[in-house]
C-alpha cells in the first residue's frame, strides 16, 4: 500500500467518523459525552491525509529535479567535459545525496523510499489491503444498539444507589428503568409507595418464557454496555417479541428473582398497561454511572 493509498484510508476513516459523530449513529458506539472527541478525531484523521498527501508530492517534485540533475552529469560524462577534474566531482543536490560518478546516486530524500537505489521498487504485501475491511464495515454496516441475546447472557449490573432522591409530582411518574430497579431492589420500594411508575426499556425473555424489561447500562462504549433487568407481572401483553421497546405502566411489587448468570437481584414491576413505543434515540442507559 503506497502512500497515496494510505492517505485515502486515513481521509476515508476521517470523513465515516466526522459523519457518525454528526449523526446519532455514534450513539451505538459509545456514549453521549463522547461526541467533541470522537469529532476531534474525525478531523485529526483527515488532516493527517492531507499532510500525507502534501509531502508525497512535495517529495515527488524534488526527486523529479534530482533526476533531471543527474541526467544533466550524465550527458555531460557522454559527451565528454573539458573541465578541470575538480569541477567535476559529485554534486551536492539539496534534499539528497553526492553522485557516485555514473548515474546512480545514494539519495534517500527523493520521496522514494521504496526504491533499491537501482530503480527497482519494492512491491508492499497484499495483504495490507485487508486494512480497509474495517473501514468498509464502518461505512457499509451501521450495526444495531446491543439488545435481548447479549442481555441474556450477561449478569445484572444493578448497583446499590448511594441515595434515594424525593420523586417529582405526576401521575404515571415517569422514571428510568435503572432508577426503578435500584429503588426496589435496594429501598424495598418504601421511596416508591403505590405510586404509578411509567418505564420503558426492551423486552427479553428467558429460557422459561420470562418476560423482563431491559436497558444496557453504558460506562465508555458499547463494548462494555452491561444490562439492568426489571420482571414484569401482571397485565402483560400475550405475545411479546424479543428487542421490542415498550413502555410500561405499573407499581411497586415485593417480588423478586435472582439473575442466573451472575445471582445478582433482579426486582419486578405489577404491570397495568403496556404498548410498543419506537426504539429510543439513545438506546443506552448512562444514568447509573453519573
Same mark, same amino acid.
Given at each position: 500500500?503506497?502512500? #497515496? =493509498? #494510505?492517505?485515502?484510508? /486515513?481521509? /476515508?476513516?476521517?470523513? +465515516? &467518523?466526522?459523519? =457518525?459523530?454528526? !449523526?446519532?449513529?455514534?450513539?451505538?458506539?459509545v456514549k453521549a459525552g463522547l461526541q467533541p472527541l470522537l469529532l476531534g478525531a %474525525? &478531523? &485529526?484523521?483527515?488532516?493527517?491525509?492531507?499532510a500525507t498527501v502534501w509531502y508525497e508530492v512535495r517529495a515527488?517534485?524534488? %526527486?523529479?529535479?534530482?533526476?533531471?540533475?543527474?541526467g544533466m552529469r550524465g550527458a555531460r560524462s557522454a559527451q565528454?567535459?573539458?573541465?578541470?577534474?575538480?569541477?567535476?566531482?559529485?554534486? #551536492?543536490? *539539496? $534534499?539528497?545525496?553526492?553522485?557516485d560518478g555514473d548515474g546512480h546516486g545514494d539519495d534517500l530524500g527523493d520521496g522514494h523510499g521504496d526504491?533499491?537505489?537501482?530503480?527497482?521498487?519494492?512491491?508492499?504485501?497484499?495483504?495490507?489491503? @485487508?486494512?480497509? @475491511?474495517?473501514?468498509?464495515? /464502518?461505512?457499509?454496516? =451501521?450495526?444495531?444498539? /446491543?439488545?435481548?441475546?447479549?442481555?441474556?447472557?450477561?449478569? !445484572? +449490573?444493578? #448497583?446499590?444507589?448511594? $441515595?434515594?432522591? =424525593?420523586?417529582? +409530582?405526576?401521575?404515571p411518574l415517569p422514571l428510568g428503568l435503572v432508577d426503578y430497579a435500584g429503588r426496589a431492589a435496594y429501598d424495598h420500594g418504601r421511596s416508591l409507595g403505590d405510586r404509578r411508575i411509567k418505564i420503558t426499556g426492551f423486552v427479553a425473555l428467558d429460557r422459561s418464557g420470562t418476560p423482563y424489561l431491559v436497558r444496557m447500562a453504558l460506562n465508555c462504549c458499547a463494548a462494555d454496555a452491561q444490562p439492568v433487568k426489571i420482571g414484569l407481572s401482571g397485565r402483560i401483553p400475550p405475545v411479546l417479541q424479543p428487542d421490542t421497546w415498550l *413502555? &410500561? !405502566?405499573?407499581?411497586?411489587?415485593?417480588k423478586q428473582t435472582k439473575d442466573p448468570v451472575n445471582g445478582g437481584v433482579i426486582p419486578f414491576l405489577k404491570v397495568s398497561q403496556a404498548r410498543p413505543v419506537p426504539t429510543p434515540r439513545d438506546p443506552y442507559d448512562e444514568s447509573w454511572n453519573n
Open positions: 500500500m503506497n502512500r #497515496q =493509498a #494510505q492517505a485515502a484510508v /486515513l481521509f /476515508l476513516t476521517g470523513a +465515516a &467518523v466526522l459523519h =457518525a459523530g454528526s !449523526t446519532d449513529l455514534y450513539l451505538r458506539y %474525525g &478531523v &485529526v484523521l483527515i488532516v493527517a491525509a492531507v515527488g517534485r524534488s %526527486g523529479r529535479g534530482m533526476r533531471w540533475v543527474r565528454g567535459d573539458d573541465r578541470p577534474e575538480a569541477e567535476r566531482d559529485d554534486v #551536492q543536490v *539539496e $534534499g539528497g545525496g553526492s553522485g526504491e533499491d537505489g537501482h530503480g527497482h521498487g519494492h512491491r508492499e504485501p497484499r495483504i495490507s489491503w @485487508l486494512l480497509i @475491511l474495517p473501514l468498509l464495515a /464502518l461505512i457499509l454496516v =451501521a450495526p444495531p444498539a /446491543l439488545g435481548s441475546y447479549s442481555a441474556m447472557r450477561t449478569g !445484572t +449490573a444493578l #448497583q446499590a444507589p448511594f $441515595g434515594y432522591p =424525593a420523586l417529582p +409530582a405526576g401521575d *413502555e &410500561v !405502566t405499573g407499581t411497586y411489587t415485593s
